[in-house]
Nanobody
Framework: QVQLVESGGGLVQAGGSLRLSCAAS????????MGWYRQAPGNERDMVAF???????NYALSVKDRFTISVDNAKSTVYLQMNSLKPEDTAVYYC???????????????WGQGTQVTVSS
């Protein structure tokens, strides 16, 4: 199986920065892409940023020019650098990875446990 472990969430004042990390481990043959979603109370889980393997980063309009996603393929780790944070960025952030394991030729999506980001005004 595949496990994703997130770190880096916390409490920050508006205008501040945080960096999230998410490391995938387990029975991994190839990671096809990694990214981040977030979910605020009462809201649906929304895409924040993602990057396909060897592809360009993609961002939600609400975070473009403030957040930066990067992927270290050798470490199967995705990062999210969040700058100029706003109270509306407060949410639980979930990472995901599209992984091919040795059990199958198909690619499956695995999720992290979520990390809380709280931005105070």
């Amino acid at each position: 199986q595949v496990q994703l472990v997130e770190s880096g969430g916390g409490l920050v004042q508006a205008g501040g920065s945080l960096r999230l990390s998410c490391a995938a481990s387990g029975n991994i043959v190839r990671v096809g892409g990694m990214g981040w979603y977030r979910q605020a109370p009462g809201n649906e889980r929304d895409m924040v940023a993602f990057m396909l393997r060897d592809g360009d980063p993609n961002y939600a309009l609400s975070v473009k020019d403030r957040f930066t996603i990067s992927v270290d393929n050798a470490k199967s780790t995705v990062y999210l650098q969040m700058n100029s944070l706003k109270p509306e960025d407060t949410a639980v952030y979930y990472c995901y990875a599209k992984v091919r394991t040795s059990d199958s030729l198909a690619e499956y999506t695995f999720w992290g446990q979520g990390t809380q980001v709280t931005v105070s005004s």
